[in-house]
């Protein structure tokens, strides 16, 4: 009997297992647990029942948004998708910052090559989520990965797609953690940038700290983190909406965020003043 099946025969008979928000000391567990999952319930909440919705979440990273969708909206069925296994260390961090011996049945998690096809694999699913994944999707696997997911969904079905930061915003870089200079992913070298993140010394916000960094220590996270800043997509929002409409997504509805930040003199004229001051957007689609 596979491990998923005897949670869910325990959970047949005892509930789900206890826990206690109170436990959370994670600034990162926090900021997913919350406000994440608080986010991704206001809109795939606002089209989809999450109670008795099949979901998927592309780029689930640890889980911990998934788990808040079970625990706190009552979500009965989560399938993250993700190419690395952060999503393995999920058992441990709700024990230690929730007080919960299991996790969910209604979790699953899976791993995958990046850009392999998912559709017709599993059951079409009513609903699908992306929160800070597809700025990190190489560019060539945009479209085909589009389009796959919206293979995965059943007609009608929704796909809520978040990204923060965009690329030509002030920190657009990933890099607040070690640079708090805006826009100077955009304004000085990579090898300027480099040195900055590599000569950081002190702590680093706590919030954009994740679970993974214990594995790299202080400077293999350094190194890790600047590895993802050079393999960002550099997406904008109209490139995004206009993919996802080639992709053959309706746009149902779309929120976009922007700083109240001066634009450098170096930048002005340089870069559109919108794309500069864009950093988020929030995107919902329906496959027709
Ligand atoms: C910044 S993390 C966000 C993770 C999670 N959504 C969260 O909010 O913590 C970006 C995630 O995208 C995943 N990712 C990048 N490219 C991917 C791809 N082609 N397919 C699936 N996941 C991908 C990464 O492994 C990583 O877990």
């Not at 969910?104 to 392999?116: C, D, K, N, V």
């Not at 059943?154 to 607040?176: A, T």
Request: proline share 6%.
């Amino acid at each position: 009997m596979s491990a998923h099946w005897w949670t869910a025969l325990q959970e047949r008979f005892r509930g789900l297992a206890p826990w206690d928000a109170r436990h959370i000391s994670d600034e990162w567990f926090r900021a997913h647990f919350d406000y994440a999952a608080d986010v991704v319930n206001h809109w795939v909440g606002d089209v989809l029942d999450v109670r008795t919705a099949r979901l998927l979440n592309f780029g689930c990273g640890d889980g911990i948004t998934d788990l808040s969708l079970v625990l706190r909206y009552g979500a009965t069925a989560i399938h993250g998708v993700d190419i690395r296994q952060e999503y393995a260390k999920l058992p441990r961090i709700a024990r230690e910052q929730l007080g919960m011996a299991r996790i969910p049945a209604a979790l699953t998690f899976e791993t995958i090559q990046p850009g392999s096809p998912l559709a017709g694999r599993r059951k079409p699913v009513d609903g699908i989520m992306s929160w800070s994944t597809f700025e990190h999707v190489q560019r060539d696997q945009l479209a085909p990965i589009l389009a796959d997911l919206r293979d995965c969904l059943r007609p009608g079905g929704y796909f809520f797609i978040q990204i923060e930061p965009l690329f030509f915003s002030p920190f657009g870089s990933h890099l607040k953690r070690y640079d708090d200079v805006p826009w100077h992913h955009l304004l000085v070298s990579e090898d300027e940038l480099w040195k900055i993140v590599r000569d950081h010394e002190g702590p680093i916000d706590a919030a954009e700290v994740d679970f993974g960094f214990a594995d790299f220590g202080v400077e293999g996270y350094k190194r890790f983190v600047f590895k993802e800043y050079q393999a960002l997509n550099r997406l904008t929002a109209d490139e995004l909406l206009d993919l996802a409409v080639a992709a053959g997504f309706n746009v149902v509805r779309q929120e976009r965020r922007q700083v109240d930040l001066p634009i450098p003199e170096p930048l002005k004229g340089r870069y559109p003043e919108e794309l500069l001051l864009n950093n988020e957007i929030f995107l919902l689609l329906q496959r027709p």
